[in-house]
């Protein structure tokens, strides 16, 4: 044993650091990952899809049902594709994904506008795609103000002022979480700072093994936990600029909120950029070529995306989903992120996650040591 | 008289490939002791082990006084080991490469040691250059300037010189010599002749075991080879004819002549004795150790436990 010497870990910081400039191709798809995903997944956000298929079920033949009908045609969200007749055909329409959206205008409808409080149309949504109806339910708030602002006259003028004259109830269907465009931004962070930073070391170290370059480093005096320390550090910092550019770009294009909850935010922010780097330093000593490392950090992507809560309500997933869910980094950073720019939490809230994501770090530094050979053998 | 070098009963299995069998080297404090054998007789893998790159699977012993399964750390700071492959950074520049070990090793003065070692090396108006750019003889040299960056007190180097010209090769050993004059224990490794000529002593390994040690004259007296340099013209059209005969062990053309070895001298006599005519003359002669090697190549061979050698 050597003990622990800042001098050795400053070596190989340096190193890396250099090698990781000079690799000018790599460099600038580190910075450039997280501007591309963001933007692409950003544009399917943003991209206000019109003219989504729509079902309508009136149950009455008024001069309001009509009216209701004109103002959401009005809107370019909704083609009104289908007419039905009962609420079960209506039904199954929405069931096989024919419509996204199923409106039903009640029987009782113009009697309740007229006798005011109580009249309300029903509005199903195919919610499995929300970044798909979100903007088309956004338009539906309106909906109430304005459909029968020229329908109410003579003896129902004084409907239109004051409370709207009807109401309309959303049910969402599939998808009872119903992620937002905000929901997913933040949640981007967290994918894709794993996606680059798990790979990045896993990357480095089979590539010292790979070059032979592993032969010197094993012949000095160095540490492991020293070779970790240096190879991670360079890392932590292209993390933090990677965090930095996405928010930046989530708060300048896409508007998402930071309510707070900063110091919760930048502890777990470095607490899962280092859980990474060290996740991807235990893939590098399992792997035996840098193809193999890659393979890893791939297969550690896909749980990472799909049972994260990024791509999927956590709480509609089966148990035994959520428990594999549970053990994986991202999830507590993006409950975490999320928690912080959509709902403001503070450390209170916050300390579940951080707590889960140091004890992460723990684990797999230690596995990561234990199973660093420092030998060739 | 110090053991820089004082290991026993090395043994090293790759799976059920036994590549390195009971292996003892003892070399002395200043001395260059070279280390030969065969393509995959197991030299890299006994250094290794001496560095502590490897565990031995048995075995003992110390190197600079220090275990080499206990204390190979150690071992490891005042080692310096050249590898077979070239083994520094491709993407650093050959000065960043040195400050690299500089900082390893926690040298003092870095800055003016990397600065001597390139002035040293020739290399200070290149130092920005990658290492990866270099040609193989000045990565050679470079990793050599590496190796000894930290005043080792041992060099393992690992076939040091192999691709390097003959001009540049003078020059590596007259630094090697250099070093050990100033007490540096060197164990080298390489398939060249003229090299294990110019080293204090030699090891012959061959198929994991050690099977000659000593002075380059111990072995070639050790081997009890006899040979007869013939000499002629188109000597060597007598190659083929005289390689199958009894009692011929070695036939190999130098220039214009032929060596003909044996360990019988009467077969062997008797072997060349139809080409002892004008215009061919024969004469004893000193086994060469390339001679020597052959011969024992041959030998372990033949004593490779279950037939044919892997
Ligand atoms: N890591 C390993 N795994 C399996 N076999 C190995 C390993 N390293 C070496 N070997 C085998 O051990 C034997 C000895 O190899 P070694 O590299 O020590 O030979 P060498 O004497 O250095 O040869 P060369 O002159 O070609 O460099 C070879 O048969 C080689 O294939
Ligand atoms: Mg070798």
Not at chain 2, 118 to 124: P, R, W
Request: some cysteine; aromatic content about 8%; glycine content about 8%.
């Amino acid at each position: 044993m050597n003990g622990f010497s800042l001098e050795r870990v400053h070596a190989v910081l340096v190193k890396e650091f250099r090698q990781l400039v000079r690799d000018r191709l790599t460099f600038a798809i580190m910075l450039l990952i997280p501007i591309i995903q963001l933007t692409l997944f950003g544009y399917a956000i943003n991209f206000q899809p019109r003219h989504l298929p729509t079902a309508v079920l009136a149950q009455e033949n008024s001069r309001f049902a009509r009216a209701i009908v004109a103002a959401l045609k009005n809107s370019s969200y909704f083609d009104f594709t289908r007419q039905v007749r009962t609420p079960a055909e209506l039904n199954a329409l929405v069931r096989r994904g024919e419509v996204q959206f199923a409106v039903t205008i009640p029987g009782d409808f113009t009697r309740r506008v007229a006798r005011g409080g109580d009249a309300q149309i029903l509005v199903e949504v195919d919610a499995s795609d929300p970044s798909a109806t979100g903007p088309a339910l956004a338009a539906l708030e309106a909906l109430p103000e304005q459909a029968l602002a020229h329908d109410l006259d003579g003896g129902l003028a004084a409907r239109g002022q004051g409370a709207p004259p009807f109401q309309v109830v959303v049910h969402n269907r599939f998808n009872p979480e119903e992620i937002t465009a905000y929901n997913i931004v933040p949640g981007l962070l967290g994918v894709i700072l794993s996606l680059t930073l798990v790979m990045m070391t896993a990357l480095s170290v089979t590539r010292e093994t790979e070059r032979g370059t592993m032969e010197t480093l094993l012949a000095t005096p160095l540490e492991p936990i020293e070779v970790m320390v240096g190879k991670l550090a360079p890392y932590v910092l292209v993390g933090l600029v990677q965090t930095a550019v996405i928010l930046v770009t989530a708060r300048v294009l896409f508007g998402v909120p930071m309510m707070g909850g900063w110091i919760g935010l930048s502890l777990g922010t470095a607490l899962f950029i280092v859980g990474s780097l060290a996740l991807g330093f235990l893939i590098s000593t399992a792997a035996r070529s840098q193809l193999q490392a890659m393979q890893m950090s791939v297969f550690y992507m896909l749980p990472s995306i799909l049972l994260s809560g990024f791509a999927f309500p956590f709480s509609g997933m089966p148990a035994w989903a959520r428990a594999i869910g549970e053990a994986i980094p991202v999830t507590h950073f993006l409950r975490l992120v999320r928690g912080a720019m959509l709902k403001g939490q503070t450390l209170g809230d916050q300390w579940r996650e951080l707590l889960a994501l140091f004890a992460f770090v723990c684990v797999v530094t230690a596995l990561a040591m234990a199973r660093y050979r420092r030998t060739l053998d | 008289m110090t053991l820089a070098i004082d290991v026993t009963g090395l043994n090293k299995s790759f799976g059920d490939k036994h590549v390195v069998q009971d292996v003892a080297i003892q070399v002395e404090e200043g001395r260059i002791c070279g280390f030969l054998g065969p393509n995959g007789s197991g030299k890299t893998t006994t250094l290794r082990m001496l560095c502590g790159l490897l565990t031995p699977d048995s075995g003992r012993g110390t190197c600079l006084g220090f275990d080499i399964v206990t204390q190979a750390d150690q071992i490891k700071r005042r080692t310096g080991y050249m590898t077979q492959r070239f083994s520094l950074y491709d993407d650093l520049s050959i000065a960043e490469n040195l400050e690299f070990i500089a900082r390893v090793y926690r040298l003092d003065r870095q800055r003016e040691r990397v600065d001597a070692a390139l002035e040293h090396l020739g290399l200070a108006s290149r130092r920005r250059q990658l290492a990866g750019t270099l040609s193989g003889g000045w990565k050679q040299r470079l990793a050599l300037a590496s190796a000894t960056l930290h005043d080792p007190k041992l060099l393992l180097l690992d076939e040091p010189t192999a691709g390097v010209d003959p001009k540049a090769r003078r020059t590596f050993w007259d630094e090697i010599h250099e070093l050990a004059a100033r007490g540096l224990t060197v164990l080298v490794s390489t398939h060249y002749m003229d090299e294990a000529e110019r080293c204090h002593e030699i090891a012959y390994i061959s198929y994991g075991r050690l099977i000659a040690r000593g002075t380059a004259e111990s072995v070639v007296a050790g081997s009890h080879l006899v040979t007869f340099n013939g000499e002629g013209p188109d000597i060597g059209r007598l190659a083929h004819e005289i390689a199958g005969r009894p009692g011929v062990e070695t036939v190999a053309p130098f220039g214009a002549a032929l060596h003909v070895s044996g360990t019988d001298r009467k077969a062997l006599e008797a072997a060349i004795a139809p080409f002892r005519r004008e215009p061919f003359h024969w004469q004893a002669a000193q086994p060469t150790l390339e001679d020597v090697f052959i011969h024992l190549m041959g030998q372990a061979e033949d004593n490779w436990p279950g037939g044919s050698p892997p």
